[in-house]
């Protein structure tokens, strides 16, 4: 299983420093190192210029590479004022 961590996900971890959680840690570690923990480049620019624990953002800068650039197909939509647009095709989804 893969897991996609969006930023309210790096937010969370802000509160589990990893002297008092290392297992949490660990295990998020792990999961990187399996290649099963996920986001995207958007996610990261949010962490980066978001309110932000160092450790957070020191755990980041190591491992970057789960920071993957949208795919053809994501590219598509996009959010406008709360409404999904698929772009160059011509629908609107509420």
Same mark, same amino acid.
């Given at each position: 299983m893969v897991y996609i961590f969006d930023t309210s996900s790096f937010k969370v971890l802000g509160n589990y420093f990893p002297k008092s959680f290392p297992t949490v840690w660990q295990k998020?570690?792990?999961?990187?190192? *399996?290649?099963?923990l996920k986001s995207v480049r958007e996610v990261l620019k949010e962490v *980066?210029?978001?309110n932000n624990k160092q450790f957070v953002l020191d755990w980041i800068d190591f491992?970057?590479?789960i920071f993957l650039p949208p795919t053809a197909q994501e590219t598509l939509f996009k959010w406008v004022g709360g409404i999904k647009y698929k772009?160059?095709?011509?629908?609107? *989804?509420a």
């Open positions: 998020i570690d792990l999961l990187v190192s *399996e290649g099963r *980066e210029y978001g491992n970057k590479q772009m160059n095709v011509g629908w609107v *989804e």
